[in-house]
Every structure is written in C-alpha cells, then in structure tokens.
C-alpha cells in the first residue's frame, strides 16, 4: 500500500511506489544509465537496457527488501530513488547495511531540493528497517552526484580501479 505526503515544494507530490510504477521507473533508470554513459567513457549501456531495468526492479519489488519513493507533478513521474537492504558477506560487519541502488531527477526539475527530499524519505524508510550504514556508488566523473552526496552526508569510501586490456603487451608486464 503506497503512502503519500505533501512536500513545501509546490504541486510535487512525494510518495513510495506501487507495482504500476515500475514501467516508468525503468524509463526513467534507462535515461540515468544514457546521462551516465554521456559523462563517462567506461560506462555503456545495454539496448535492452530498459527491459533489464523493469526485471530488475520488478524483482526487487517482489521480494521486499527494498524501496523507491517518487516524486511526481500531476500524472508526471519527474525524479525517483531506490534503496535496498543488503545482506553481506559473514566476514564484514554489520551484517545488513542499506545500498542507493538508483537517483534521478528529470533535468528541468532540477536544484529544486527535490533529490534531497527523496534522499530523505529512503535514508528514513533504512532506518526505519533497522539499517545503520547505507552505502551509494557514483562515477568519479558525475561531478553533480558526487557533490549530492557529500551534502546528503555521504563521504567517499572505496575506489574501483578499471582499465580497457586493448593492447594485450600491457598486461604480460
Ligand atoms: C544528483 C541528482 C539526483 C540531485 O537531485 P536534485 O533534485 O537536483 O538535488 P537537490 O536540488 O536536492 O540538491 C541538493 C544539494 O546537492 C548539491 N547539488 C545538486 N546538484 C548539483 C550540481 N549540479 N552541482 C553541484 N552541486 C549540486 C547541492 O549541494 C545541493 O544543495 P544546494 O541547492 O543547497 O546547493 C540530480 O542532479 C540527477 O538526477 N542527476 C542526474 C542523475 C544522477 O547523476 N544521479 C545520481 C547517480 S549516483
């Protein structure tokens, strides 16, 4: 069952999903991953993307351990967050802890203090399931995301190496 609140933001209304969203929200996650891929060389997107994407969160919806929350303006979905409860490995402690699996804001409706109404409600709904540490990855070179982060509390934590193996005599050292 959705619940739903008012924001001070006006006509924006912000509420958790239902199993109808789903087909909007993998639109939506599909123009997150081809903005990603426009700023970032490394990151290419599948054609099915959109497809996968509605799998994706269809199975996360099923299985209930996570959330989205949206924000919308009459029938119009204009930004979203999901978050999902992770169960890790037995040797790191805690033992759950709460991972950002997707953002986005359309990009007229943004700076509007919109993603950080939505990054709000899903860190309330983690502690609400009793999650202590929540965790997000975001490319070094989303400029933006890394500066929503920060001023969400987040502070970077790991870094993931990657390099393209093109020419075979780099790697033989
Ligand atoms: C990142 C994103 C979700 C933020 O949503 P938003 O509604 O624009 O964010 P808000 O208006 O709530 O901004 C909150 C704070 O984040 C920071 N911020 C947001 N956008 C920023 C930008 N483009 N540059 C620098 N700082 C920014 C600011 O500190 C801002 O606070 P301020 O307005 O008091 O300065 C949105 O820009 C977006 O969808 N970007 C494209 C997709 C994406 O990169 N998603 C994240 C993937 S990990």
């Not at 891929?37 to 969160?57: C, G, K, N, Q």
Request: glycine content about 6%; proline content about 6%.
């Amino acid at each position: 069952m959705a619940t739903a609140t008012h924001s001070p933001l006006k006509d924006v209304l912000f509420r958790s999903w239902t199993r109808g969203d789903i087909p909007i929200l993998a639109r939506m996650a599909r123009d997150l991953y081809h903005y990603i891929e426009s700023i970032d060389p490394v990151w290419r997107t599948s054609p099915m993307a959109e497809d996968l994407l509605r799998a994706h969160l269809t199975d996360l919806y099923t299985k209930r351990y996570a959330m989205t929350y949206l924000a919308c303006s009459g029938l119009d979905v204009v930004g979203f967050i999901t978050g999902t409860v992770v169960h890790r490995p037995p040797v790191l402690l805690p033992p759950r802890d709460g991972l950002v699996d997707n953002a986005y804001v359309r990009p007229d409706w943004r700076g509007k203090g919109i993603g950080s109404r939505l990054c709000r409600m899903l860190l309330d709904w983690f502690a609400r399931q009793e999650i202590r540490e929540v965790r997000i990855h975001y490319q070094v070179s989303n400029r933006a995301a890394a500066a929503f982060w920060q001023k969400m509390g987040f502070r970077p934590w790991t870094i993931e190496g990657h390099c393209f193996l093109s020419d075979p005599s780099r790697a033989s050292g």
